[in-house]
C-alpha cells in the first residue's frame, strides 16, 4: 500500500526558516507529479510548489524567492525548504503525489496527513 510520510513542520517565528520532507512508501511502478499544497480553516487547499510529470515546477506568487522545491527520485522523497516565513504561511501543508502503481493502472493523487507550519511570535 502506498503511504505518503512527512517530517518536519512546527512553530517558527516570523523571518525563520523550516523544512518539510516527505517521502512515498510502498509498492508503485512511477511516480509523476510531487509537491506540496497548503491549507487554512475555511479555504481551499491551494499549491504552494510541485514538480509536474514533465519536472517542471510550479510555484505560488506568493512563495517565490523565499520557498525552495527539492526532489531525490533516487529516495522517492520531495522537500520543501521554506525561508523568511511569515505569519500568513500558517497552514497545514500537504505533500502531494501522482502515482501509478503498476504500469497499466492509471496515475491517481496521493496525500499526506497533513503538517502543521505556524508563523508566530
Known amino acids: 500500500q502506498v503511504q505518503l510520510v512527512e517530517s518536519g513542520g512546527g512553530l517558527v517565528q516570523p523571518g525563520g526558516s523550516l523544512r518539510l520532507s516527505c517521502t512515498v512508501s510502498?509498492?508503485?511502478?512511477?511516480?509523476?507529479?510531487m509537491g506540496w499544497y497548503r491549507q487554512t480553516p475555511g479555504k481551499q487547499r491551494e499549491l504552494v510548489a510541485a514538480?509536474?510529470?514533465?519536472?517542471?515546477?510550479n510555484d505560488a506568487d506568493s512563495v517565490k524567492g523565499r520557498f525552495t522545491i527539492s526532489r531525490d527520485n533516487a529516495k522517492n522523497t520531495v522537500s520543501l525548504q521554506m525561508n523568511s516565513l511569515k505569519p500568513e504561511d500558517t497552514a497545514v501543508y500537504y505533500c502531494?503525489?501522482?502515482?501509478?502503481?503498476?504500469?497499466?493502472?492509471?496515475?491517481?493523487?496521493?496525500w499526506g496527513q497533513g503538517t502543521q507550519v505556524t508563523v508566530s511570535s
Open positions: 502531494y503525489a501522482g502515482i501509478r502503481v503498476g504500469l497499466t493502472h492509471p496515475i491517481r493523487d496521493y
Open positions: 514538480f509536474t510529470s514533465g519536472s517542471m515546477i
Open positions: 510502498g509498492r508503485l511502478f512511477s511516480i509523476n507529479a
